[in-house]
């Protein structure tokens, strides 16, 4: 009997797609081909008679899942994790973290950071993620030696920083930044307007201007907290949302970060305009911020995806933790337990996440054609046992400590600790050299 040759079998106990939506395959193995696309999905028996991989990876005790996608962070940013903690929002910003930025930030900062941060992700089954930071590319420089995917958001702000003195400035670094890193498989891009509350309306003009110029996306911070509305309503006399809908930046292409503190026309605006929303649990309970009220953006049909934002709000990059919360905090605040189930989470950390990046052709679910983003969750320990279902094993049970594989395009980047691309004593070397600088900024 002929056989087809592939590239690599994964042999899985569980393969959770994701779509169609609470679907769980027994005992199937995922076909990757030599370019790292999924060949095909089939029972394991059918698959050994069908096809001659050039490797097997059997996962006997394993759920095979998309991997899993980051919606809103700021890698660099985790060499300040723990940094000025226990503080709310202007404070933390105003005080300690943008002093920080203005004395330590260069692109080696950001290569160093979003190196650490990317090795974080890897490990915790996280494959794509979207960024927001200074220096695009020396983030795209991390994210290509590690191997992971990302979505580098080109910041925008007026005010002045070690990065740029303005607006304009801003533009013209990202763009440079994005011509270098063209072509990267592993890189896509948008423009990423810091908040309402740094940019002014020519600011948002011109961002706007060239997103559709050039099909970028646009990533901003949106109505994270009750400060920011008043400031708007005081500067602008409506609050931010409205002001971004007057000035033409809800879209299709807009992910707006935290959405925390949202009326229901605001949601109805939302929703109309196509708009998604990175739903950023842990950032937003530590600073203070709210608790967004996921369900009701959900019964609009709003796109929500999951975001940690940056380690140093958070303080962890850990979309198992992100799920887990995010299900739970939608249940405790509507008083409703059926509201957010772990189907609607795992959902939010994938496949949502890749429609609000425009990517939901690429990665997000786990189908033929589709790039082999995958990640093995080990169901063998004694606290996930017994498993009855293994798709609310993943939000209330297991975490990113039971990442074992972690594939970007087929290629295995993360195995039970080891990185295929980043060595342990380079990590630890780049917290050694950056603590010092950072320490005088600590709260």
């Known amino acids: 009997m002929n056989t087809t040759e592939v590239e690599l079998a994964i042999e899985a106990r569980w393969v959770i797609p994701v779509i169609p939506q609470g679907l769980v395959l027994e005992n199937t193995s995922v076909m990757i081909d030599g370019e790292g696309h999924i060949h095909a999905i089939l029972p394991t028996a059918e698959a050994r008679a069908t096809f001659h991989p050039a490797r097997v990876i059997r996962l006997e005790h394993h759920a095979l899942i998309p991997g899993l996608i980051n919606l809103h962070t700021h890698?660099?940013?985790?060499?300040?994790?723990?940094?000025?903690?226990?503080?709310?929002?202007?404070?933390?910003?105003?005080?300690?973290?943008?002093?920080?930025?203005?004395a330590a930030v260069t692109p080696r900062f950001v290569r160093d950071g979003t190196l650490l941060a990317s090795a974080e992700m890897l490990?915790?089954?996280?494959?794509?993620?979207?960024?927001?930071?200074?220096y695009p590319d020396a983030a795209a420089e991390a994210v290509t030696q590690a191997g992971i995917r990302a979505h580098l958001g080109m910041v925008v702000m007026d005010f002045p920083s070690a990065y740029a003195t303005d607006a304009?400035?801003?533009?013209?670094?990202?763009?440079?930044?994005?011509?270098?890193?063209?072509?990267?498989?592993?890189?896509?891009?948008s423009l990423a307007p810091h908040a309402p509350y740094t940019m002014s309306d020519r600011s948002?003009?011109?961002?706007?201007?060239?997103a559709e110029q050039l099909g970028l996306g646009i990533h901003t911070h949106l109505h994270e907290t009750r400060a920011e509305l008043e400031q708007s309503f005081t500067q602008y006399g409506v609050r931010p949302i409205r002001r971004m809908a007057d000035l033409g930046i809800l879209g299709p292409s807009l992910v707006a970060a935290h959405a925390v503190h949202l009326d229901d026309t605001e949601r109805a605006l939302l929703k109309e305009f196509g708009c998604h929303v990175a739903h950023c649990p842990t950032s937003n309970l530590k600073l203070g911020s709210g608790i967004a009220?996921?369900?009701a953006m959900l019964e609009r049909g709003i796109n929500v995806g999951l975001g940690t934002d940056g380690a140093a709000s958070n303080n962890r990059l850990d979309m198992f933790a992100e799920m887990h919360l995010a299900a739970l905090l939608a249940k405790g605040a509507g008083e409703d337990a059926a509201v957010v189930p772990a189907t609607k989470a795992l959902e939010m950390a994938t496949i949502n996440g890749a429609r609000a990046l425009g990517l939901d052709d690429k990665i997000g679910t786990i189908e033929s054609g589709k790039l082999a983003d995958l990640v093995a969750v080990d169901m063998d320990s004694a606290i996930c046992n017994p498993c009855f279902d293994p798709v609310s094993h993943l939000v209330y049970v297991a975490g990113r400590e039971h990442v074992t594989h972690t594939w970007i395009a087929g290629e295995l980047c993360y195995q039970e600790g080891i990185y295929a691309h980043v060595e342990p004593a380079e990590l630890k070397e780049i917290t050694t050299q950056w603590y010092p600088k950072l320490s005088p900024f600590r709260a």
Not at 123 to 134: K, S
Not at 204 to 210: A, G, I, P, R, S
Request: net charge negative; hydrophobic share 40%.
């Open 168 to 189: 304009d400035d801003y533009l013209l670094k990202g763009l440079e930044a994005r011509d270098g890193w063209r072509g990267n498989p592993l890189i896509s891009s």
């Open 293 to 295: 009220n996921v369900s």
């Open 123 to 134: 490990a915790g089954g996280t494959t794509c993620f979207n960024d927001m930071y200074f």
């Open 75 to 102: 890698a660099a940013m985790t060499l300040m994790r723990g940094m000025a903690d226990d503080l709310p929002l202007m404070d933390w910003l105003q005080n300690h973290i943008w002093p920080a930025e203005r």
């Open 204 to 210: 948002f003009e011109q961002v706007m201007t060239y």
